[in-house]
């Protein structure tokens, strides 16, 4: 989440007045994240988040985000729901950009303190739950940050690369080298969340109370996830890997969802590709967010010791697979 795009107060209760949700008390911008415009909505009756769609996410993509949420909440699946109008609309426009109002959820993100192998059980079972929830949704969006997209991302922060960090540039390079020349082909596909980080999941304790931010979802292989999510939740803010998280993730994945022996072979092969495909869009963010959005930059540094650690694995027992 965060703000680019600002909202005067004439264009909002305009907004409002199509839904039966109350009048406006407050709106307030939410700084964390980097993709959309995020508002916390504040109704006489109760509290939403209003998002307004920035270039990054195209307004063809939207039917397809707003309708898996919808599809999963329907399902009883923790996320936010998208509201309707009174004509029955979800997608809106507001200050010239797309946007929607989606339910608040109640509980708070996690940070690197709060990375206990409860919570990677939590979120292991709830993605393992999302790929088995998403079976019989219909709509198909391809992953557009997948494998073939990052050189080309790369091309133009090449010499960025090289002024966050001398030598990076071919670091770079070498490793998507590397994943270039070993990465898979034919495993499990389905519909993926591609962003379950910890500031895109809410707890009460160790409970588990809703997953936002669908709006890198996509169908990729389901292992993707996974990989995503061991990156995110399995590592400490100095980047030593956390073997009892990663453990724990896995078992509640698994406990909904068995992985395959061709997904097991290939997870350190997409664990390396997951931190590569963060670092080159932490990359480009870091050089090319705008100084006045509120928005939060993620160093790309980073992800450079979790990517040694799993060029230092041989299978995939290392991160906790029996």
Not at 167 to 188: H, K, R, V, Y
Not at 266 to 277: D, I, N, S, Y
Request: proline residues 6%; glycine residues 6%.
């Amino acid at each position: 989440m965060a703000v680019y795009t600002h909202i005067t107060d004439d264009a909002l209760d305009s907004l409002v007045a199509r839904y039966d949700i109350g009048g406006v008390e407050s709106c307030t911008g939410i700084a964390p994240g980097v993709e959309n415009s995020n508002y916390m909505l504040r109704t006489e009756r109760e509290s939403f988040i209003l998002t307004l769609y920035e270039k990054r996410v195209r307004a063809d993509d939207l039917p397809f985000y707003l309708g898996l949420m919808t599809h999963l909440a329907a399902q009883g699946f923790p996320c936010p729901v998208p509201v309707a109008d009174r004509k029955g609309a979800i997608l809106q426009t507001l200050a010239g950009r797309p946007a929607a109002i989606v339910s608040f959820l109640d509980g708070r993100s996690a940070d690197c303190d709060d990375l206990t192998p409860e919570r990677c059980a939590a979120i292991g079972a709830v993605c393992g739950r999302l790929h088995r929830d998403t079976s019989t949704f219909n709509l198909k969006r391809p992953n557009d940050l997948s494998l073939p997209d990052w050189r080309l991302l790369f091309a133009p922060l090449a010499n960025d690369a090289n002024k966050l960090n001398p030598g990076l540039s071919g670091w770079i390079g070498d490793e998507l080298s590397f994943l270039e020349a070993n990465w898979p082909t034919a495993l499990p596909t389905g519909i993926v969340h591609a962003d379950l980080f910890p500031d895109n999941a809410f707890f009460k304790g160790a409970t588990l109370t809703g997953v936002i931010d669908f709006y890198f979802a996509c169908n990729d292989f389901l292992a993707w996830d996974l990989a995503v999510c061991i990156n995110a939740w399995c590592f400490d803010a100095d980047g030593a890997f956390l073997a009892g998280n990663s453990k724990s993730l896995l078992r509640g994945y698994q406990n909904n969802r068995p992985l395959t022996p061709a997904e097991r072979d290939m997870l350190p092969v997409l664990t390396r590709g997951a931190a590569l495909r963060f670092l080159l869009t932490r990359l480009h963010d870091w050089f090319h967010t705008p100084d006045d959005a509120l928005a939060n930059r993620k160093d790309p540094l980073d992800l450079v010791p979790l990517i040694e650690f799993h060029r230092s694995v041989s299978d995939s027992t290392a991160y906790g697979l029996d």
